[in-house]
Every structure is written in C-alpha cells, then in structure tokens.
C-alpha cells in the first residue's frame, strides 16, 4: 500500500454552487464524502489543513503546508502527497513547494474550476487524477507538479491562463511534463536541477509593480516611502521600461533595495537587450537584475525565498536570473 498524504485547502474544488447561482463555501469539504474509486494500492491519508479560498491564501499558509509535508516526508513513511487548493493563487503555492522542499517525493497539487454540485464539475476527476499521479513511481524526483485536466505541468511553468475554461492551467513556454489517459500516466521530458532553499520564515514586503506606456515614475518615490523590502517589476516586452519609470527607480536601486524585472508577456525571457533610455541594457548598468522567464507572480514569491534565505546580491541575482 502506497501511503498518500491529502492535504485539503479550499478553493472552488471544495465548494458548491447555491440556488441563485454564486459559489460557496460549506462546513464540510465535498471532497471528504465523495466515492472515491482510485487505485486499490493506495492508502489515503486526508487532512483539511486549511477551508480557504485561494485569494486568502498568504506565504505564512504555504510555509505551514511547506513544514507539513516535509514532517510527513522524514517521519509518515509516505510516498506521496496531494494538495487540493483554489486555482487563482494554486500557481504561486505549487511554486513555493517547489522552491523549499528537497525531495523526490511526488507533490502534487490540483483544484477545479467548476464547483462540487455545478454540471461538468471537474473536482473529483481532477483529484483522482492527482492521486493517481503522486501514487506513480514516474513521478518521484519531478519537484511539485500541477494536475488538471488530463494534463501534467511543473510548478515551475505553469500558470492559469483563462478565467473559468477548465483547461485553464498551461506551460506557455514549454507545454506540459505529461498527459494523464484512462490507462497510464506518460511523462514527456525531465526539467534541469534548479536551487532550492529550504527556509524557516517568509518575512518581507515585495510588491509587483506592472509597467504600461506613458508611466511615470511615481509609484516608486511611494513605494520607497512605504519602505519595501524588494520589487519585482512586469516590464515591457524583453524588459524594457519607459523613461520616467526607469528614472523613478533610481530611489531603490540607490537604496540597495533588489529590483527585479519580468516581462508583461507571458512567453519569452526579459533580458538586457536595448540600450535606448529605459532599455534593459541601461537598466541592468544601474544594477536591476532579470528574472529570465518567469512571471510576476512567482518572481514575487522567488524573490521573497531569496531574501528570506539570506542571500548576498552576487547570489541574489544568479538565482533571479536561473530559471
Ligand atoms: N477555481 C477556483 O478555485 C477559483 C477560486 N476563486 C479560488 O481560487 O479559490
């Protein structure tokens, strides 16, 4: 018997929908009275750690999922785990996971996008899926991986891409690791090592500010005052900001203050490319780093890892940059 660690925390997958038609919370998670026929070598072990939707979800809940998962990993002698969660923030917990914990063990986080009573509900599907996934000896040494309709993605990649289609969740870059049919799981590609940093607290304020055209730099004088801890910023194209913003980050960067630059586009890297005012080139020169390809969401949160790990700036900026 395979031993699968379940840890419930809200979201769609874990509500219903009422009679005038708004999706709600209940007392009890549908998931914990569903008939479940999975695969007889599996044990479950369920636990409904939190009852949130994901837009209340904050990095102080994913480090306590963080510290679950790994007692359980040292101590419960399991093979897997399962997170079911809200899809809007799903990306953002799946990442974290990813970036704190050091083992092979499957992690697998999956939600749904139409409640427990909607017609076409996509909960219980998506959760045996998941279990079927994390109890797949193909899935051990693959970091955390997303699970939603038939399809398998890395925490590292993926991102909801559509406010309510159930194929929501896509790897814009790179496609899926793997596809999930009636019969097997299938793994199409192995990812490269990246860094993980096993850490204790997530202290710290980094905002994402997104750049559009005729910004000023405004925002940043505020944001200093506000006395920001790190900023990650969704810039234009390769990684370009208009003048006045480029202008208005010097603030920050004079500060010591880590500002660190994605691209509004959500496929492609942000580099140092053009040496126009406010290009990347110039940008880098006064000491912005790049976040390669990741989105805001997650360099948010990498970035919070980074400070929260102590890293100087030298480590600070390969590690933004490695992805
Ligand atoms: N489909 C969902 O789960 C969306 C919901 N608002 C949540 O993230 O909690």
Known sequence: MKKILVLHTGGTIAMHEEANGDVAQGAENPLMSAALSTAEDVELIVEDIFNLPSPHVTPEHMLQLKD???MAIRNEGIFGVVITHGTDTLEETAYFLDSTIASATPIVVTGAMRSSN?????????????????????????GVLV????????????????TTNVATFQSPSNGPIGLITKKQIVFY???????IYD???????VPIVKAYAGMSGDIFGLLF????????????????????????????????????????SFNGVAEPVYSYEGGGAQLEEKGVMFGNSMNSQKARLKLLIGLNAHLDAQQLRSYMHDN
């Open 189 to 195: 590609h192995q990812l490269t090592p990246y860094a």
């Open 68 to 70: 679950r998962i790994q």
């Open 118 to 142: 909607e017609l076409g509900s996509d909960g219980l599907y998506n959760y045996l899926s998941a279990i079927r996934v994390a109890g797949d000896e193909q899935s051990r040494g693959k």
């Open 225 to 264: 005052g506000h006395g920001i801890d790190g900023l990650i910023i969704e810039a234009l194209g390769a990684g370009n900001l208009p003048p006045k913003a480029a202008a208005g980050i010097q603030t920050l960067l004079d500060a010591k203050i880590p500002v660190v630059l994605v691209s509004r």
């Open 199 to 205: 850490i204790d607290s997530v202290q710290g304020s």
């Open 147 to 162: 699970v939603m309709n038939d399809e398998i993605h890395p925490a590292r990649y993926v991102t909801k891409t559509h």
